[in-house]
């Protein structure tokens, strides 16, 4: 199965984190055979270390190639770009037990990487950028104030809406969670439905942005404690359980949420979708559509778009790690005209550092432009590198008795809330 850069946003389908960056939630593309590249002879006649570099298979059109001229140019040392189609997670965790190479590697950070010592600090090489670096995506790399991974994209989600459906329909843009609800029910007429969030009715997907609607999160406090032990947890994922039973939610689609098929398709008025699909939905409704962050809960809470980035690493059982980190260096940090493109001529993507976003001609104007400023202001991370898998899957369930079956939610959030401290106390004591 070939994947590609928004992989990582699986995170936010509540049952995928244990896949991580597993599941296709963007476009298709045709993934090259594995290939190992070479870039070739070093510059001079003085030998050099040789680097393996890992990517998972993007499907877009010309990254491989891109990548491969990145590595070629690099003049310090000889780097050989490794494409990997396939289970890419599975086969990272593999390499990083067992294995010196790759010496450098895409991927999310995960604490069980950094507690076994797998993984190698990165804080000297991010240290005089950090700040323009979106902090979100800065936190999804970092476990106990150290930082792992160096990003290089941002993904989002957003919502999107047919500007001339809700004028036919005297509907305002929602800007609350209760407005998002009552726009979907009346525009849920002649055939179309007014809000598709995937065939689950949304339990993967806004599981993140309504607790953050609330003003909630995953974890708080440096990821010591649960965010979400608050009575307006309950509260605000009792919405979901609204929105699947008075018939507004579109169900059944032919493509899930990552797709924009449904919308562009006139199944829906509204959709949850990625960033990766505004070239598609503008070539179809011009400038039809608009796009919005997850409306707050009330006026205590906020809205939000969830963020993360594939980050570039260094294998800490690798023979050239200091050489690695100055390649990565290189590349991630001082290369900016090669991350402004990797980040936007390949798809759809907003640049992980705020002083290439502001460079980058495709976030100037439009619905584009309103993403940008929604992942400067409203961002959030899905779950962190703390966020386990036994706690997602706690929650994940108790998201979809809420929403399915109606279960009490003050109940199916409290156990939530206790598998996700034991597991905190499990990692921390």
Same mark, same amino acid.
């Given at each position: 199965?070939?994947r590609?850069?928004r992989?990582?946003?699986?995170?936010?389908?509540?049952?995928a984190?244990?896949?991580?960056?597993?599941?296709?939630?963007?476009?298709q593309?045709?993934?090259?055979?594995?290939?190992?590249?070479?870039?070739?002879?070093?510059?001079?006649?003085?030998p050099?270390?040789?680097l393996?570099?890992?990517?998972?298979?993007?499907?877009?059109?010309?990254?491989?190639?891109?990548?491969?001229?990145?590595?070629?140019?690099?003049?310090?040392?000889t780097?050989n770009?490794?494409w990997?189609?396939?289970?890419?997670?599975?086969?990272?965790?593999?390499?990083?037990?067992?294995?010196?190479?790759?010496?450098?590697?895409?991927?999310?950070?995960?604490?069980d990487?950094?507690r076994?010592?797998?993984?190698?600090?990165?804080?000297?090489?991010?240290?005089?950028?950090?700040?323009?670096?979106?902090?979100?995506?800065?936190?999804?790399?970092?476990?106990?104030?150290?930082?792992?991974?160096?990003?290089?994209?941002?993904?989002?989600q957003?919502?999107?809406?047919?500007?001339?459906l809700?004028?036919?329909?005297?509907?305002?843009?929602?800007q609350?969670?209760?407005?998002?609800?009552?726009?979907?029910?009346?525009?849920?007429?002649?055939? $179309?439905k007014?809000f598709?969030a995937?065939?689950d009715?949304?339990? =993967? #997907? /806004?599981?993140?942005p309504? !607790?953050?609607?609330? &003003?909630?999160?995953y974890l708080?406090?440096?990821?010591?404690?649960?965010g979400?032990?608050?009575?307006?947890?309950a509260?605000?994922?009792a919405?979901?359980?609204t929105?699947?039973?008075?018939?507004?939610?579109?169900?059944?689609?032919?493509?899930?949420?990552?797709?924009?098929?449904?919308f562009?398709?006139?199944?829906?008025?509204?959709q949850?979708?990625?960033?990766?699909n $505004?070239?598609?939905?503008?070539?179809?409704?011009?400038?039809?559509? =608009? #796009? /919005?962050p997850?409306?707050? !809960?009330?006026?205590? &809470?906020?809205?939000?778009?969830?963020?993360?980035?594939?980050?570039?690493?260094?294998?800490?059982?690798?023979?050239?790690?200091?050489?690695?980190?100055?390649?990565?260096?290189?590349l991630?940090?001082?290369?900016?005209?090669?991350?402004?493109?990797?980040?936007?001529?390949f798809g759809?993507?907003?640049?992980?550092?705020?002083?290439?976003?502001?460079?980058?001609?495709?976030l100037?104007?439009?619905?584009?432009a309103?993403?940008?400023?929604?992942?400067?202001?409203n961002?959030?991370?899905?779950?962190?590198?703390?966020w386990?898998?036994?706690?997602?899957?706690?929650?994940s369930?108790a998201?979809?008795?809420i929403?399915?079956?109606?279960?009490?939610?003050?109940?199916?959030?409290k156990?939530?809330?206790?598998?996700?401290?034991?597991?905190?106390?499990?990692?921390?004591?």
């Amino acid at each position: 199965m070939q994947r590609n850069r928004r992989s990582f946003l699986a995170l936010a389908g509540m049952g995928a984190l244990a896949t991580a960056c597993g599941s296709n939630t963007g476009r298709q593309g045709t993934a090259p055979p594995s290939t190992a590249y070479s870039a070739g002879p070093p510059p001079s006649d003085a030998p050099k270390v040789t680097l393996q570099q890992w990517y998972h298979a993007y499907g877009e059109d010309s990254v491989q190639e891109a990548v491969k001229r990145y590595a070629a140019t690099y003049p310090a040392a000889t780097v050989n770009v490794q494409w990997n189609p396939g289970d890419y997670d599975s086969k990272i965790v593999t390499a990083l037990q067992n294995s010196k190479v790759p010496d450098v590697f895409e991927a999310q950070v995960k604490i069980d990487w950094v507690r076994q010592n797998q993984v190698v600090s990165l804080d000297d090489v991010i240290a005089p950028v950090k700040g323009d670096f979106s902090p979100a995506v800065v936190a999804a790399q970092t476990v106990e104030g150290k930082v792992y991974g160096i990003p290089q994209a941002i993904d989002t989600q957003l919502l999107f809406y047919r500007k001339s459906l809700l004028q036919a329909a005297g509907v305002q843009p929602p800007q609350t969670v209760d407005e998002l609800i009552d726009a979907a029910a009346k525009l849920s007429k002649d055939g $179309v439905k007014g809000f598709f969030a995937g065939n689950d009715g949304g339990v =993967g #997907v /806004l599981t993140g942005p309504l !607790l953050w609607s609330a &003003g909630l999160d995953y974890l708080k406090n440096g990821n010591r404690e649960v965010g979400f032990d608050d009575p307006r947890a309950a509260t605000a994922l009792a919405k979901l359980h609204t929105l699947n039973t008075n018939g507004s939610l579109l169900l059944g689609a032919p493509a899930d949420w990552s797709d924009p098929g449904a919308f562009i398709d006139g199944l829906t008025a509204m959709q949850w979708t990625g960033l990766w699909n $505004v070239p598609k939905i503008r070539d179809a409704f011009d400038d039809d559509f =608009g #796009v /919005l962050p997850f409306p707050r !809960l009330d006026g205590s &809470g906020a809205p939000s778009v969830p963020v993360g980035a594939y980050s570039a690493m260094v294998n800490a059982k690798s023979e050239h790690v200091a050489e690695a980190k100055a390649f990565v260096k290189w590349l991630w940090i001082d290369k900016t005209d090669d991350q402004l493109e990797f980040a936007t001529k390949f798809g759809f993507h907003v640049p992980a550092r705020q002083s290439l976003a502001d460079r980058a001609d495709s976030l100037k104007t439009g619905p584009a432009a309103d993403a940008a400023k929604f992942v400067k202001e409203n961002s959030h991370l899905v779950g962190g590198p703390v966020w386990t898998q036994q706690a997602n899957t706690a929650l994940s369930d108790a998201v979809a008795k809420i929403a399915k079956e109606g279960a009490d939610p003050v109940a199916q959030t409290k156990t939530a809330v206790e598998v996700a401290r034991a597991e905190l106390k499990r990692l921390f004591g």
